[in-house]
T-cell receptor
Framework: LAKTTQPISMDSYEGQEVNITCSHN???????ITWYQQFPSQGPRFIIQ???TKVTNEVASLFIPADRKSSTLSLPRVSLSDTAVYYC??????????FGTGTRLLVSP | NAGVTQTPKFQVLKTGQSMTLQCAQD?????MYWYRQDPGMGLRLIYY???????DKGEVPNGYNVSRLNKREFSLRLESAAPSQTSVYFC????????????FGPGTRLTVT
C-alpha cells in the first residue's frame, strides 16, 4: 500500500481557495487517489477520486501531475462549514482504504 | 433511504464483557466494512465483507469477529472486551467495483473500563 504524507494542519479564511497537497511517492500503476472529509463525531464523507490529470465535481477539484507522486485537493471559496479533517488515500481494489491522520483545516471568519 | 445505520450509538462495557455492534445499509451495496478510530487518529480497518457470504481481516482484526448476516447487515462482535478496544467504531458500505466511495454510518462510541 502506498504511504501518503499530508500537512497536519492548515488555516484559511472564508472565501479563500484552499489547496491541500498529498505526497504519495510509491504509488502503484493501478492505484487511485481518493479524498475524504470528516467532521467531529461523524463518519468520513467521500469528496472526490481520480487517477490522473484533473477531476472536478460540485464541491472540489483534484489535480494529479503526470508522475502521480502527489495530488492536490482544491476547495474553492471555503466557508466556516468546511472546517474538518481531510484525508488523502491511495487505493488499489475496493477493500484497502488506509486512512492516515489527515489534514485539519480550520476556516476562520 | 436511511443509508448506513449503526446501533447502539454509545456503549460502556466492563473488561471481559462481550457485545455485538450492529450495522445495516439500505442501498443494496455489495461490500461492507468495520473501522475503528482512536482519538486524534485516522480510521483503521478491522474487517470487511466484499460480498454477501464472505469476510476478510483488515489491519487490526485481533479481538473481533464479524458476521455478514445478509446483504444488508454486517455485525461486529467483541468476545471479551479490553480497555484497548475503547474507540469509535464506524461501519461503511460500498456499491462495488468502479468506485472507491464508501458511505459511513454515524459511529458507535465504545468505552471499556
Amino acid at each position: 500500500l502506498a504511504k501518503t504524507t499530508q500537512p497536519i494542519s492548515m488555516d484559511s479564511y472564508e472565501g479563500q481557495e484552499v489547496n491541500i497537497t498529498c505526497s504519495h511517492n510509491n504509488i502503484a500503476t493501478n492505484d487511485y487517489i481518493t479524498w475524504y472529509q470528516q467532521f467531529p463525531s461523524q463518519g468520513p464523507r467521500f469528496i472526490i477520486q481520480g487517477y490522473k490529470t484533473k477531476v472536478t465535481n460540485e464541491v472540489a477539484s483534484l489535480f494529479i501531475p503526470a508522475d502521480r507522486k502527489s495530488s492536490t485537493l482544491s476547495l474553492p471559496r471555503v466557508s466556516l462549514s468546511d472546517t474538518a479533517v481531510y484525508y488523502c488515500l491511495v487505493t488499489t481494489g475496493f477493500q484497502k482504504l488506509v486512512f492516515g491522520t489527515g489534514t485539519r483545516l480550520l476556516v476562520s471568519p | 433511504n436511511a443509508g448506513v445505520t449503526q446501533t447502539p450509538k454509545f456503549q460502556v462495557l466492563k473488561t471481559g464483557q462481550s457485545m455485538t455492534l450492529q450495522c445495516a445499509q439500505d442501498m443494496n451495496h455489495n461490500s461492507m466494512y468495520w473501522y475503528r478510530q482512536d482519538p486524534g487518529m485516522g480510521l483503521r480497518l478491522i474487517y470487511y465483507s466484499a460480498s454477501e457470504g464472505t469476510t476478510d481481516k483488515g489491519e487490526v482484526p485481533n479481538g473481533y469477529n464479524v458476521s455478514r448476516l445478509n446483504k444488508r447487515e454486517f455485525s461486529l462482535r467483541l468476545e471479551s472486551a479490553a480497555p484497548s478496544q475503547t474507540s469509535v467504531y464506524f461501519c461503511a458500505s460500498r456499491q462495488g467495483e468502479g468506485t472507491y466511495e464508501q458511505y459511513f454510518g454515524p459511529g458507535t462510541r465504545l468505552t471499556v473500563t
